[in-house]
């Protein structure tokens, strides 16, 4: 069992910045990777940003350059920054384990408006 904490999100202006946080606890040895997905309405759950134990990155085209994940298999940081009304979405942080699947936590809004 992986339990996911998370926090941030909000309300911001377009060209804003906002950062997110994943707090994971549990049985961390099993756990491959860690990222955040987001959902908009209407819309697939897609990856936002993820890093994994051997400590690559990956992104989003959408979002390479404006966003940048730091931290461990552990605890996640996403700074989102120059934030796009197309950013609006609720995130929500993974865990990823081969033995036992993916982790989700409860998920956090973020939208962008003026």
Request: aromatic share 10%; proline share 4%; glycine share 12%.
């Amino acid at each position: 069992q992986v339990q996911l904490v998370e926090s941030g999100g909000g309300l911001v202006q377009p060209g804003g910045s906002l950062r997110l946080s994943c707090e994971a606890s549990g049985r961390l040895f099993s756990i491959y990777a860690m990222g955040w997905y987001r959902q908009a309405p209407g819309e697939e759950r897609e990856l936002v940003a993820r890093l994994t134990r051997d400590g690559r990155i990956d992104y989003a085209d959408s979002v390479k350059g404006r966003f940048t994940l730091s931290g461990n298999i552990a605890h996640i940081y996403l700074q989102m920054n120059s934030l796009k009304p197309a950013d609006t979405a609720v995130y929500y942080c993974n865990t990823f384990a081969p033995a036992q699947g993916d982790y989700w936590g409860q998920g956090t809004q973020v939208t962008v408006s003026s």
